[in-house]
């Protein structure tokens, strides 16, 4: 059943039994978003949905799954929350609690804050953080547009679709190169594990471009923005005298490029403004347009506490029941699969047609002469870093598995998966109440290929596309012979090699296009 056959043409209508669809906010090819009347809860929420007919891999519906699940485990004013995740037939929703409001982009824009009221925002955004942070959950993508401000002065972050767990086992590619080039660290645009140190840079880029109105790091592309954040020296190169001086002192440790010099929690964060707690300042409609810094050291005189009501609605077989975007592409096949935990306040709802789950059956047993004999075996896989496993392309388990995989005797196509590395096939021969395993070091079957091109390229392995120059990491190949071809639309020939890469090596290649016009 696809999405689009589900959207009401008039606000009347309902989508998935439950939701009463006002307006249309956003719509894409796969995703939807809606302000929308909840039928059971009476009221106002934000419904997000995603159709998994015709995705272009599976990274759609982690991401989608996962920012439900990490929103459930939070629970801030400062956080936009979560009310109901679910499934409707080929279909996955999510509702919001609704948030009346403006992303920081166009309050940037606007340029109508006082520095107290910057402050006040500020101060919002590092106790959202401090949170998330104190839960495991890294954002990884916090910028202006995942920022909403009300009218009263409200902040709350947004969009933790590209957020992980540091404790989920299951979630293993956690330095995957993703977010928005702009507000990226330095260790983020590097490959390297992150930290919520990470998040602490972006906001400091923010906070940055909130008293100034201008990113500090926004080059004439992306490779010139990547090479600002790569390169810079914040105290020569980034202008903070039209700055006020706490946060002047602020910026100074929230854009060291070495992490290990940077601010190290948000809680930290809070203390360059000399407090842990920051008084309210009126609304936006009720101050000037401009000010000095006034700092009342006082602690906030209200916390409110929203209890959402559950309702257990039972409906129809297809329908559901409770139970228990200017993005660098992450590169992902398809992603592991996600535990909720126990503790989370929201669970998913299944229907009958479920996407991506397994379940496990019993061992196969025969009776001879009242005995029973085993009719299975094991397999157990080890892989280094990790793997997907996927047999007779049905997708089992991830590593590292904590028991083996009973299967019945027989022959079987084995298929290990990883993000960064090509997938490795091997035919098993599993025999009755044996085991079989089975190792692979990804490092030791694959080589790298490193390219070095001036000005830049867009890089094809046997016609097909792998990268963009400057490369943030070499290119990931199974040995063999290969057909290099680099492309640049300012010239009107591509450079054109037949290379050989080796298990273990990285082969790297010089190339200057200039170099074409003298031949």
């Not at 948030?99 to 910057?118: H, P």
């Not at 094991?378 to 299967?407: C, S």
Request: proline letters at 5%; hydrophobic letters at 35%; a neutral charge.
């Amino acid at each position: 059943m696809e999405i689009n056959n589900l959207i009401p043409n008039n606000a009347s209508n309902i989508l998935f039994d439950r939701f009463e669809i006002i307006d249309t906010l956003k719509k894409d090819q796969h995703t939807s978003v809606y302000l929308a009347n909840h039928v059971y809860l009476g009221k106002k929420i934000i419904l997000k949905t995603l159709s998994a007919l015709e995705l272009p891999d599976q990274t759609f519906l982690d991401r989608f799954k996962r920012e439900a699940k990490i929103l459930a485990r939070l629970d801030h004013p400062n956080l936009i929350k979560v009310l109901d995740f679910g499934t409707a037939g080929d279909n996955f929703y999510i509702s919001f609690e609704y948030f009346e409001g403006k992303n920081l982009r166009k309050i940037i824009k606007e340029n109508n804050l006082s520095n107290e009221q910057k402050i006040y925002l500020s101060v919002q955004l590092f106790k959202a953080l401090s949170i998330a942070h104190q839960n495991g959950v890294v954002h990884r993508d916090i910028k202006p547009e995942n920022i909403l401000v009300n009218t009263k002065l409200e902040l709350k972050i947004a969009d933790f679709g590209l957020a992980f767990v540091r404790d989920d086992l299951f979630l293993t590619h956690k330095s995957s190169i993703v977010g928005t080039p702009g507000y990226m660290s330095p260790e983020q645009i590097r490959g390297q594990e992150l930290t919520p140190q990470t998040d602490l840079f972006s906001s400091g880029i923010v906070i940055y471009e909130l008293f100034t109105g201008k990113n500090p790091f926004i080059g004439k592309d992306i490779n010139d923005t990547i090479n600002n954040i790569l390169n810079f020296n914040i105290e020569k190169e980034i202008k903070l005298s039209s700055i006020p001086s706490e946060i002047q002192n602020a910026l100074l440790n929230l854009l060291h490029k070495n992490f290990n010099k940077r601010t190290k929690t948000a809680l930290d964060a809070l203390n360059y403004f000399g407090i842990i707690e920051y008084n309210k300042p009126q609304p936006v409609a009720e101050l000037p347009r401009k000010g000095k810094i006034k700092v009342s050291i006082l602690y906030l005189s209200a916390v409110v506490i929203i209890i959402i009501a559950l309702v257990r609605v039972f409906t129809p077989a297809d329908d559901v029941q409770k139970t228990d975007d200017n993005l660098i592409r992450e590169d992902v096949n398809t992603a592991p699969k996600e535990n909720l935990n126990k503790n989370d306040k929201v669970t998913e709802t299944k229907t009958a047609t479920n996407i991506g789950l397994e379940t496990k059956k019993k061992p196969v047993t025969k009776k001879e002469n009242n005995i029973e004999k085993v009719t299975y075996g094991e397999l157990f896989v080890e892989a280094n870093p990790w793997a997907e496993i996927y047999i007779n392309n049905r997708k089992i388990e991830t590593t590292p598995l904590e028991q083996g995989i009973q299967l019945d005797a027989g022959s079987y196509e084995l298929r290990l998966v990883h993000p960064d590395f090509p997938s490795y096939f091997e035919s098993i021969e599993i025999k009755q109440n044996k085991l079989r395993t089975v190792k692979i070091n990804f490092y030791e079957k694959v080589g790298y290929l490193d390219c070095k091109i001036y000005p830049w390229g867009e890089i094809y392995i046997d016609g097909k596309y792998k990268s963009t120059s400057p490369l943030l990491k070499p290119v990931v190949l199974m040995p063999g012979n290969y057909s290099l071809s680099i492309r640049n639309p300012g010239y009107n020939k591509d450079i054109e090699e037949v290379i050989t890469v080796k298990a273990k090596e990285t082969l790297t290649l010089r190339f200057n296009f200039d170099d074409l016009k003298n031949n």
